[in-house]
């Protein structure tokens, strides 16, 4: 079984810094796919990045970038520039055999 | 293309009834998936449906069960509510069952009094 942890409940930023989110997780399967998805407060559940566990370089999508080193079972998000609309909970997940496992979330702040 | 819809958004239902949640995937997806969100236990696999079978299961009682139709929409039934069963319900789609990025619907708000 896959676990994914993320030690830090909360984290708060000032706009326009920068944040690092960290994850960790353990398994023992060898193909798998890493997420992190945001959650604001409307609930909705979105899409922030993917990574693949066979690729060694860090994905990036605009602002958003991972850290991911595979041999330590690391997978951080870095956003930069933050904005106040990235003010939500975000859960760090493990794909694989079809199902997602979820980290239990960091909720973050971005004052103004 | 339109994003994964689930309806209701919102249910109030009493212990020991019944409830049925919907999902409609995005277009041309084949794989739906369910979780349940709470507080105390965040965010958990249901189970996955896949060409109107179910691949996956999480590890929840058997009151939780679903369907997929022909069309790739899914349910959700939950029986005998318990207290226990207020959640966020999510429902997920992606285009195979090997496919593994999921988008999410908006969720069901499921309270049980």
């Known amino acids: 079984a896959q676990t994914v942890t993320q030690s830090q409940p909360e984290m708060s930023v000032q706009e326009a810094e920068t944040v690092t989110l960290s994850c960790t997780y353990d398994?023992?399967?060898?193909?798998?796919?890493l997420f992190w998805y945001k959650q604001p407060p409307s609930r909705q559940m979105i899409l922030v990045i993917r990574?693949?566990?066979?690729?060694?370089q860090n994905a990036t999508e605009n602002r958003f970038s991972v850290n991911f080193q595979k041999a330590a079972k690391s997978f951080s998000l870095k956003i930069s520039d933050s904005q106040l609309g990235d003010t939500a909970m975000y859960f760090c997940?493990?794909?694989?055999?079809?199902?997602?496992?979820f980290g239990k979330g960091i909720t973050l702040s971005v004052r103004p | 293309k339109a994003g994964v819809t689930q309806t209701p958004r919102y249910l109030i239902k009493t212990r020991g009834q019944q409830v049925t949640l919907s999902c409609s995937p995005i277009?041309?997806?084949?794989?739906v998936s369910w979780y349940q969100q709470t507080p105390g236990q965040g965010l958990q696999f249901l189970f996955e449906?896949?060409?109107?079978?179910?691949?996956n299961k999480g590890n929840f009682p058997g009151r939780f069960s679903g369907r997929q139709f022909s069309n790739s929409r899914s349910e959700m039934n939950v029986s005998t509510l318990e207290l226990g069963d207020s959640a966020l319900y999510l429902c997920?789609?992606?285009?195979?069952?090997?496919?593994?990025?999921?988008?999410f619907g908006p969720g069901t708000r499921l309270t049980v009094l």
């Open positions: 990574q693949e566990a066979y690729k060694q």
């Open positions: 398994t023992s399967e060898s193909n798998y796919y």
């Open positions: 449906y896949f060409s109107e079978t179910q691949r």
């Open positions: 277009s041309g997806h084949r794989s």
């Open positions: 997920a789609s992606s285009f195979g069952t090997s496919t593994h990025t999921q988008y």
């Open positions: 997940a493990f794909w694989a055999n079809s199902k997602l496992t």
